[in-house]
Structures are given as structure tokens and as C-alpha cells.
């Protein structure tokens, strides 16, 4: 059974850093590339970013270019999203996504994890 | 980039069937076959239900089904049923190897 865990969500300040993790099991981790997307409380779906099954090739929605980074370890099965300098409205559910390429869909979603940027 | 156009709400009554449109430009919906469509209930995680325009994963019900005609993408629920009522939302490949969703569309089972 394919499942993804998201972890690292809490409330962090304005203008701290944060790492989201995807624990990804049931499925072979290195052959599927991955994705995640966001959801601001009472909001729509929000594309984030994508990383290729290598980690070789990445795609990030330009409005968060410059401080969203998308990386993964294989070995470990895991999916990570490095968000600097955090502001009000990145406060949303992220959620991870197994991403299958070039078909570009999304088949298998996490639950999500909360961040909330409060001061 | 602005996100795909889709109509806030829509709704429909049990057995009636309803369509859900999903608008873009000739740099994404009219430009791939690569529009998918997400079904979302209150607290919960998207579900797969539509991709590649028009095909359906094992194990959604065949009342789904998706179309495109140029720019624009649409989610036709047949049959309506009361678990039918979630937000629904399309998301595109798009010219600049990126996606964008649509803003979701809202919808009730009278």
C-alpha cells in the first residue's frame, strides 16, 4: 500500500526557516518523481514545486522561486521542502504527492502537515 | 500565471448530472493532453479522479468523465449522489514545465 507522511509542520515567526519531510513506503521511492502542493486555510490547491525521480531535474511555481527548495534521499524514501524566510501567507497545509511523469499527474497524496507563520 | 478559470460553484439535484469547466490558454489546457482533475471533501486530502484529460483511474466510479475542446477542460458528473458533494479542482502542464491549478469549483447536492 502506497502511503506518504508529511512531518515538520508547526508555528514558526515570520522570517524563520523551515523543513517539511515526505516519508514515503509501499512503492518503489526512487523510480517516481514527487511533488508538493499547498492549501491556505479555506483556499484552493497551490502547485509548489516538483522534483524528478534523480532529483536532477526540479520545477518551482515562480511566485516562490528564490526561497522554496525541493530535494529528496532515495536511500531514505524521502521527500523535503526548504522554506526560508517564511511570511504570513505561506500559512497552509502541505501536502505531498507521488507525481507521475510525463503522464503529470498526481496518484497518491499524503495527509498534509500544518504551517502556521504567526508572530 | 493566473490560475485556470473554473466556476466558483455548481449544483445539482441526486440522479442529474452536472459539468464542471476549467479555462486556460493555448500554454496549458489548449496546449497538452495533461489536465487532471482532483475531488476534495472538508479536512481531507485531494483524491485522483480524472487524468490525462479524460481518463479514469481503477476504482473511480465511471459517472466521471473529462473532455477537453481547445482551452478548455471540463468534469462531467453523471447520476449525481450525495458523496458526490466536494470541491473539485483541474490543474494543467503548462508551456514552462510547471503546473497550475484552477481555483476549484464548489460542489452541492440539493
Redesign the interface.
Given at each position: 500500500e502506497v502511503q506518504l507522511v508529511e512531518s515538520g509542520g508547526r508555528l514558526v515567526r515570520p522570517g524563520e526557516s523551515l523543513r517539511l519531510s515526505c516519508a514515503a513506503s509501499g512503492f518503489t521511492f526512487s523510480h517516481h518523481a514527487m511533488s508538493w502542493v499547498r492549501q491556505a486555510p479555506g483556499k484552493g490547491l497551490e502547485w509548489v514545486s516538483s522534483i524528478s525521480s534523480s532529483g536532477s531535474f526540479k520545477y518551482s511555481a515562480d511566485s516562490l522561486k528564490g526561497r522554496f527548495a525541493i530535494s529528496r534521499d532515495n536511500a531514505k524514501n524521502s521527500l523535503y521542502l526548504q522554506i526560508n524566510t517564511l511570511r504570513a501567507e505561506d500559512t497552509a497545509v502541505y501536502y505531498c504527492a507521488r507525481d507521475l511523469w510525463p503522464q503529470y499527474y498526481f496518484d497518491y497524496w499524503g495527509q498534509g502537515t500544518l504551517v502556521t507563520v504567526s508572530s | 500565471?493566473s490560475?485556470l478559470t473554473q466556476p466558483a460553484s455548481v449544483s445539482g439535484s441526486p440522479g442529474q448530472s452536472i459539468t464542471i469547466s476549467c479555462t486556460g490558454t493555448s500554454s496549458d489546457v489548449g496546449g497538452?493532453n495533461?489536465v487532471?482533475w482532483?475531488q476534495?471533501h472538508p479536512g481531507k486530502?485531494?483524491?485522483?479522479m480524472i487524468?490525462?484529460v479524460s481518463n479514469r483511474?481503477s476504482g473511480v466510479s465511471d459517472r466521471f468523465s473529462g473532455s477537453k475542446s481547445g482551452n478548455t477542460a471540463s468534469l462531467t458528473i453523471s447520476g449525481l449522489q450525495a458523496e458526490d458533494e466536494a470541491?473539485y479542482?483541474c490543474?494543467s502542464?503548462t508551456s514552462?514545465?510547471?503546473?497550475?491549478?484552477?481555483?476549484?469549483t464548489k460542489l452541492t447536492v440539493l
Open positions: - | 500565471q490560475a497538452y495533461y487532471s482532483y476534495q486530502a485531494p483524491k485522483l487524468y490525462e483511474p470541491d479542482y490543474i502542464y514552462s514545465s510547471t503546473r497550475i491549478f484552477g481555483g476549484g
